[in-house]
C-alpha cells in the first residue's frame, strides 16, 4: 500500500508539471501546500482553517493556481469555499489523501453540505478520498431516533462554471454525495461513489437548475438513486455509468412545485445496472406542475437482476403516504430506448405509467431485449396513457 501511495503522490506531482507547461502562464502559476498553511495529516487536528487559508491564498493569485493536499488524513469540519472575491483564472484542487469528517456525525449532519464550492469558477478537483462516516447517522435513523439531524452532502457546487472532478472517491456520504445545482459546464470522470445499499437518501450524483453537464466513466454503489436529475437541467450527457446496488438512474422526482423547470437532452450512454431497484426512470408527483421531460436518449445500457429496467411513473408516491392523487401536470415526450438488454427481477419490465390529463407522447422502443429471472415466465410490458413505437426487435412484445 505504501509503494502505490508513492507512486500516487510522484503521478500528482507529474500532473502539477503537466498544468504548468500547458498553462501559459506557467510562470506565475503557484502551488499551495495545505501543510504549509498547519494543515495536520493525522486526521485526528482540524484542518479546516488551514485548509480555506489556502484556498484564500489561490484565490487572490492573478494566475492560475494549485493547491495541492499530500498524502495523509485531513479531519475537516463543514467549510464553504467562496469565488466571490477570486481573482484567479483557475484553481486545481490535486488532492492525494482523505478527507475525512468529525467523529461526531451530528457536527457535519446539522450542516446542508459538507465541502461547499459557491459561486466559483475554473476550480478543478483531481484525486483524493472524502470519508464522510455515514453509518453513525445511518443507524440512528435506521433506529428511529426522532432526533437525528437531516444529513450532509459530501461535496456540492452551486451557481459555479467551468468545473471539472476527476477521480474522486466519495465514501459513505451522510446524503448525497454529488450535488451540481445551478451550473454550466461541469465534467465528472472517473468518480468513485460507495455506500451502503440500504442507506437512506444518499443519491449518488445529483444535478438541477444546471446545463452542460457530463457525468463519464463512473462507478456508483450506494443507497438511493445513482444518478438523480431535478428541474432545470439541459444537455446533460451520461456514458459509461456503472450503477449498482441503487435505485439507477432517475428523470425526477418532478411536480414537486407549480411552477418547475423541464428537463430536457439527456443522454444516457453505454451504462451497466446490477441488482438495482430501477433502471431508466422517469418520476413525477401526481399533481399540478409546469415542469415536462423531453428529448431523452438511452442507448446500450445492460440490466442485470433488475426491478424494474425501464419505468415512467407519473403517479410517485413513496411509502404510499400523503399521496397528492391528482394528474401530473409533467409532460413526457420524445424518450427512446435503444440497444437495452439484460435481466428483470420483476415480471413487469417496461412500465409506462402516464398522466390521464398530460399523456406520454413519441415514445421510441428500439432493439429491446429483457427476460425475466424466473425462466418459467415471460416478461411483460405494461403501458397507461402511452403513446409511441416499436422498431426492430423488441423484447417483451410492445405495449404502445
Request: proline fraction near 4%.
Amino acid at each position: 500500500m505504501g509503494r502505490l501511495l508513492d507512486i500516487s503522490y510522484f503521478l500528482l506531482l507529474f500532473f502539477i508539471l503537466i498544468i504548468i507547461i500547458l498553462n501559459p502562464s506557467s510562470s506565475a502559476t503557484q502551488v499551495y501546500d495545505v501543510k504549509s498553511f498547519g494543515a495536520k495529516p493525522d486526521g485526528l487536528r482540524d484542518s479546516t482553517k488551514a485548509f480555506l487559508n489556502a484556498w484564500a491564498a489561490a484565490c487572490a493569485s492573478t494566475a492560475s493556481s494549485i493547491i495541492f493536499v499530500p498524502k495523509g488524513r485531513y479531519l475537516l469540519h463543514p467549510v464553504v469555499f467562496s469565488g466571490r472575491y477570486c481573482t484567479s483564472a483557475r484553481i486545481t484542487i490535486l488532492i492525494n489523501g482523505t478527507l475525512v469528517a468529525p467523529a461526531d456525525y451530528r457536527i457535519l449532519g446539522k450542516a446542508n453540505n459538507w465541502l461547499s464550492f459557491e459561486g466559483v469558477s475554473g476550480v478543478s478537483i483531481l484525486g483524493g478520498a472524502f470519508d464522510a462516516k455515514g453509518p453513525a447517522l445511518w443507524a440512528c435513523k435506521a433506529a428511529g431516533n426522532q432526533h437525528c439531524p437531516s444529513g450532509a452532502t459530501t461535496l456540492s457546487f452551486t451557481n459555479s462554471n467551468n468545473i471539472m472532478i476527476k477521480r474522486m472517491l466519495s465514501l459513505n456520504s451522510q446524503m448525497f454525495h454529488i450535488v451540481i445545482n445551478g451550473c454550466s459546464n461541469v465534467r465528472l470522470q472517473g468518480v468513485n461513489i460507495i455506500a451502503s445499499g440500504n442507506s437512506p437518501n444518499t443519491d449518488g450524483i445529483h444535478v438541477q437548475r444546471s446545463t452542460n453537464i457530463a457525468i463519464i466513466r463512473s462507478t456508483i454503489r450506494t443507497g438511493d438513486d445513482c444518478i438523480s436529475i431535478g428541474p432545470g437541467t439541459k444537455n446533460l450527457w451520461m456514458e459509461g455509468i456503472e450503477c449498482g446496488p441503487g435505485h439507477g438512474i432517475s428523470i425526477g422526482s418532478l411536480a414537486k412545485d407549480l411552477e418547475e423547470e423541464g428537463v430536457q437532452n439527456v443522454t444516457v450512454k453505454n451504462a451497466a445496472f446490477t441488482g438495482t431497484q430501477n433502471g431508466l426512470r422517469i418520476k413525477s408527483w401526481a399533481r399540478a406542475s409546469t415542469g415536462f421531460v423531453k428529448g431523452v436518449h438511452f442507448e446500450g445500457v445492460t440490466m442485470d437482476n433488475v426491478q424494474s429496467p425501464i419505468v415512467i411513473d407519473q403517479n410517485y408516491c413513496p411509502h404510499n403516504q400523503g399521496c397528492p392523487s391528482q394528474e401530473s401536470g409533467v409532460k413526457v415526450s420524445d424518450v427512446t430506448y435503444k440497444g437495452i438488454r439484460g435481466t428483470s427481477a420483476t415480471k413487469v419490465a417496461v412500465k409506462f405509467d402516464c398522466s390521464a390529463a398530460n399523456p406520454c407522447t413519441s415514445l421510441r422502443l428500439e432493439d429491446v431485449k429483457l427476460t425475466y429471472t424466473n425462466e418459467d415466465q415471460v416478461a411483460q410490458a405494461s403501458c397507461s396513457n402511452a403513446k409511441g413505437k416499436a422498431y426492430g426487435l423488441v423484447q417483451p412484445n410492445s405495449c404502445l
